[in-house]
């Protein structure tokens, strides 16, 4: 394990201005005082230099590669105050293990797990003040890598800054937990086979921000994706994986063949559905099939799922040939359920049987 340097901010933000902030820190708005920065040259035998420092802009250089050719991965994880009072993180270790595949599938290095867990928690540690006592807030954690050296050519670079930073949030989305509405994408993709599907980089969200717009546009607050060849089967939202719950009891989910992000929350929700006793498949699901469910009644619920939103309903789907409603437009049973069982584990109000909460020390 690296040694890390630690050198506290010499301009903290005041106390009384920083808890007036918190008061409604809104989502991916706010920023704590500190960041954890590693640096990685191949030339130097890989990672070093590991650092608690001020948040502060990152010098670069005009021809850094990440701003020419896009090497760049991310994460997204949360910190929570347990009821307790101590301090701790969901499931770190899956976080760990998808940057990583993440970083195999942009050429980029690997960041030991130890190295990837330590970066954060020493930035939870040091900026321990700024959690939010609203509901439902936590440190929101962004673990990201990006390909700093200087050169144009088409290659792998061989030098990397991973930078962890944190911001207090609140609620993900303004209405709470109510349904969301939903666009279905007519023109656009998210990904495609043997494409970057899965993996978590930038380019995949930049892609699915033409779409978002549309989806806000028509009064939605989310857009789904289908697949690439025969634009039938549904993928995924802009940044959150779909759960579809019917009249028996059974639960369905798109499987994950490369173009779907494996999301951490997504893989909690199975775990936890299948220890209630519900049968949980993950197979190919068509729009059509959804909304004729959804007018027969045997659809019951649909919810997405993600870090930051946790769980969320949707109650309608929107496209150019008409909508469709979910339950009659409530959130199910099921869903809410489901979303208690997680956040009851995450905020230290439950047994955890599965190991996920990690405290930080």
Not at 23 to 28: A, K, L, T
Request: charged share 20%; hydrophobic share 40%; proline share 7%.
């Amino acid at each position: 394990m690296l040694p890390f340097t630690i050198e506290p901010t010499t301009s903290p933000t005041p106390a009384d201005a920083r808890d007036a902030a918190l008061v409604d820190p809104g989502f991916g708005k706010l920023f704590t005082d500190h960041m954890v920065v590693v640096r990685y040259d191949e030339a130097k035998g890989g990672w070093y230099d590991a650092k608690v420092t001020a948040r502060a802009p990152i010098p670069m250089d005009p021809a850094s590669s990440v701003l020419h050719y896009a090497q760049e991965i991310f994460e997204g994880m949360k910190a929570y105050k347990l009821s307790d009072g101590s301090t701790a993180l969901f499931r770190p270790d899956a976080n760990a293990r998808r940057f990583n595949e993440s970083a195999t599938r942009m050429a980029m290095p690997h960041v030991p797990k130890d190295l990837f867990v330590e970066s954060v928690e020493q930035l939870v540690r040091i900026d321990s003040q700024w959690f939010p006592k609203v509901e439902g807030g936590a440190l929101y954690l962004r673990p990201f890598m990006f390909a700093s050296e200087v050169f144009l050519g088409v290659r792998p670079a061989k030098q990397y800054l991973f930078i962890t930073i944190a911001s207090p949030v609140g609620a993900y989305f303004k209405g709470g937990i109510a349904p969301v509405t939903i666009w279905v994408s007519q023109h656009y993709t998210r990904a495609a086979p043997g494409g970057t599907g899965a993996a978590k980089c930038g380019g995949n969200y930049a892609a699915s921000l033409v779409a978002q717009a549309e989806a806000t546009a028509q009064g939605c607050d989310q857009v789904v994706f289908l697949d690439a060849a025969e634009h039938k089967w549904v993928e995924e939202l802009g940044g959150m994986n779909l759960f579809f719950v019917f009249d028996d009891g059974s639960i369905i989910t798109p499987p994950l063949t490369g173009t779907i992000l494996p999301g951490i929350t997504r893989s909690s929700i199975i775990d936890l559905a299948r220890a209630q006793g519900m049968t949980v498949s993950e197979q190919p699901y068509s729009i059509d099939q959804w909304q004729a469910d959804a007018e027969s009644g045997r659809l019951r619920e649909t919810f997405a799922c993600g870090t930051a939103a946790v769980v969320t309903p949707v109650g309608t789907v929107k496209s150019p040939q008409g909508s469709f409603t979910i339950g009659g437009n409530q959130s199910g049973p099921v869903t809410a359920s489901l979303r208690s069982a997680l956040v009851s584990i995450q905020r230290g109000d439950a047994a955890d049987p599965h190991g996920w909460v990690h405290r930080i020390g």
